[in-house]
């Protein structure tokens, strides 16, 4: 054989071994994508990639950012320490609770001290009093008030604002629903006052920063006794938290009283709504056969 048809030979075959392996390679590639689709085609003992495992995996396996349908992310391993209305200034914590960022008099509305301690408490509220507010109540390092209307960040920053908007001498953040996680406990408190230490770190409430060192090892959470109580924290603690909307809190302790609690109104109104009713009504004639 000549050299020139040896080389086109041999040209010849190399072209069709590679066209061969490259074959073979789509070919097998295309059952791996079939087994992501069909659940009929997959092996025995082969695990099945489902999108809805993730989505829906427990709350604690689940990552800071939200998933689709979760409106807000949960806030992990925030140090969390404990308040009360009516507590006096200490070296840690130097601004007393008589009043709260969005209400001068705190300790009158509220109806007295709230006593954090647990012999002079019974049903997670004051044993003296009962409160005339949500017992439930917590705080976060962000007040979306100026002395005049809102921060210029607010309607930026806070996901609610344009659908909470009430005029410039309202919050949009006060009595806003947070639920705050210990391991697989869950309890449901109302957002009262802005701290601890900070009143301005929107990048943390709203954004993905974690709370800055402060005097109380980087808090960044402040729970009443209730929640304290609820969820058996120790004075300092860690806890996990994140807003929700008021149609996700289940009934629980903190849906039972309070003049600003959500569950309270609501049930007033529907009271209210069924008196009404009935006496548009009229009364009830009851037939009486001998």
């Known amino acids: 054989m000549k050299p020139g048809k040896i080389t086109h030979t041999i040209a010849a075959l190399l072209s069709s071994l590679t066209s061969l392996f490259a074959h073979g390679a789509v070919s097998k590639a295309e059952p791996v994508k079939s087994k992501l689709i ?81 012999s002079r408490r019974s049903d997670y509220t004051p044993a003296k009093f009962t409160p005339r507010q949500n017992p439930f109540y917590c705080a976060l390092p962000y007040n979306d008030k100026a002395a005049t209307g809102h921060r210029p960040e607010a309607p930026k920053v806070v996901p609610w604002f344009n659908t909470a908007y009430q005029g410039p001498g309202v919050s949009v953040c006060k009595d806003r629903w947070v639920a705050i996680r210990k391991g697989n406990k869950v309890a449901y408190a109302q957002w009262e006052d802005a701290g601890p230490f900070r009143t301005d770190h929107w990048q943390y409430v709203f954004g993905n920063e974690r709370p800055k060192p402060n005097l109380n090892k980087g808090a960044g959470l402040d729970v009443s006794p209730a929640v304290r109580d609820y969820l058996g924290l120790g004075e300092t603690d860690l806890t996990d938290w994140q807003f929700v909307e008021f149609k996700d809190v289940p009934r629980g302790p903190w849906s039972k009283l309070g003049n600003n609690n959500t569950f309270v109104i609501t049930d007033r109104k529907d009271g209210t709504r069924l008196a009404e009713a009935k006496k548009r009504k009229g009364p009830e004639v009851q037939l009486i056969t001998e």
């Open 38 to 118: 069909k659940k009929s085609q997959r092996s025995e003992g082969e695990p099945i990639v489902s999108i809805n495992s993730l989505v829906f995996a427990p709350n604690h396996l689940r990552s800071a950012s939200p998933n689709p349908g979760e409106a807000f992310p949960w806030k992990r391993q925030i140090v969390t320490t404990v308040f009360w209305i009516g507590e006096k200034p200490t070296e840690n914590n130097p601004v007393p609770n008589r009043a709260s960022s969005w209400d001068k008099e705190w300790s009158k509305s509220y109806g007295g001290f709230d006593d954090p301690d647990r």
